[in-house]
């Protein structure tokens, strides 16, 4: 499950396996581990990556399904356009 979320992440911000290790001070073969479910990360990779990603940890552990969206620095306006897209996006998932 995590193993899908980092590969996922990772490609979702067009980052290779070796932008990412570089990223966080690693080896590709450990990005590339962790996306094999070979290994996990430690606690503090796991920060980073979440940090890194702009998700909660709690995410990435598969303890929790929804996904953030930092809004900072949107106008009321901004903000109500994509409380409506998603309540739009929802709706058409239940059809």
Not at 30 to 36: D, P
Request: aromatic fraction near 8%; hydrophobic fraction near 35%; avoid cysteine.
């Amino acid at each position: 499950m995590i193993a899908d979320k980092i590969k996922m992440l990772r490609e979702s911000k067009n980052l290779s396996q070796t932008d990412l290790a570089k990223k966080l001070g690693i080896t590709r073969s450990s990005v590339n581990a962790w996306e094999q479910g070979f290994s996990s990360p430690s606690t503090g990779y796991l920060v980073e990556l979440s940090n890194l990603f702009s998700v909660s940890t709690d995410y990435l552990l598969g303890l929790k399904q929804n996904e953030s969206l930092d809004i900072s620095g949107l106008d009321t306006e901004q903000m109500k356009i994509l409380y409506e897209l998603t309540e739009h996006f929802r709706k058409e998932n239940h059809k």
